[in-house]
T-cell receptor, first 115, second 113 residues
Framework: DAGVTQSPTHLIKTRGQQVTLRCSPI?????VSWYQQVLGQGPQFIFQ???????GRGNFPDRFSARQFPNYSSELNVNALLLGDSALYLC??????????????FGPGTRLTVL | AQSVTQLDSQVPVFEEAPVELRCNYS??????LFWYVQYPNQGLQLLLK??????LVKGINGFEAEFNKSQTSFHLRKPSVHISDTAEYFC???????????FGAGTRLAVHP
């Protein structure tokens, strides 16, 4: 079975631009979460979506937004990019949306570089 | 609020030696704990998780962890490491009643021949 897939693998943007990152969850998983991992740090939670509804939001500015589609895939959008947005963006999927013990399966990530 | 602290940023060790990576947690509610591994230029892979029951949890690749409520710890151990275990290891705890994970800063395990 295919794991969580993310596209693109790498992305280079300039300050002020907008970017869209994509994630396809494991088949049968209805929950998708997004994390930002700055170099040398642990991942930081951005959003969780379950059944196309936002279930949780981390401490990120409104420049960050996301959505989930009927097929449970998801997009993360970041507007007005700043140098500090350079990071590895990880997508994770899980079966359910509210089980705190529910295992999250991570994709390989999208490496975003903002120049 | 839940949080985790990984006490060592880097752990160098020789091949076939034992290793322990330390994690302490802070939680006011029932505790669930996870260890993830991140190999260079890859995403995170679940090593093991503690939800309830036996305090000794066995995971993949020969790793195990022990949940210690009195010491609020969840240290990861392996009796004999391989070069291929070189990676970043993250301890994590759920927060907020949904699938939000709070990660520690990570421990870089460097296995030397």
């Amino acid at each position: 079975d295919a794991g969580v897939t993310q596209s693109p693998t790498h992305l280079i943007k300039t300050r002020g631009q907008q970017v869209t990152l994509r994630c396809s969850p494991i088949s049968g998983h209805k929950s998708v979460s997004w994390y930002q991992q700055v170099l040398g740090q642990g991942p930081q939670f951005i959003f969780q979506y379950y059944e196309k509804e936002e279930r949780g939001r981390g401490n990120f500015p409104d420049r960050f937004s996301a959505r989930q589609f009927p097929n449970y895939s998801s997009e993360l959008n970041v507007n007005a990019l700043l140098l500090g947005d350079s990071a590895l963006y990880l997508c994770a999927s899980s079966l359910a949306g509210s089980g705190v013990g529910d295992t999250q399966y991570f994709g390989p990530g999208t490496r975003l570089t903002v120049l | 609020a839940q949080s985790v602290t990984q006490l060592d940023s880097q752990v160098p060790v020789f091949e076939e030696a034992p290793v322990e990576l330390r994690c302490n947690y802070s939680s006011s509610v029932s505790v669930y704990l996870f260890w993830y591994v991140q190999y260079p230029n890859q995403g995170l892979q679940l090593l093991l998780k503690y939800l309830s029951g036996s305090t000794l949890v066995k995971g993949i690749n020969g790793f195990e962890a022990e949940f210690n409520k009195s010491q609020t710890s969840f240290h990861l151990r392996k009796p004999s490491v391989h070069i291929s275990d070189t990676a970043e290891y993250f301890c994590a705890v759920p927060s907020g009643g949904y699938n939000k994970l709070i990660f520690g800063a990570g421990t870089r395990l460097a296995v030397h021949p």
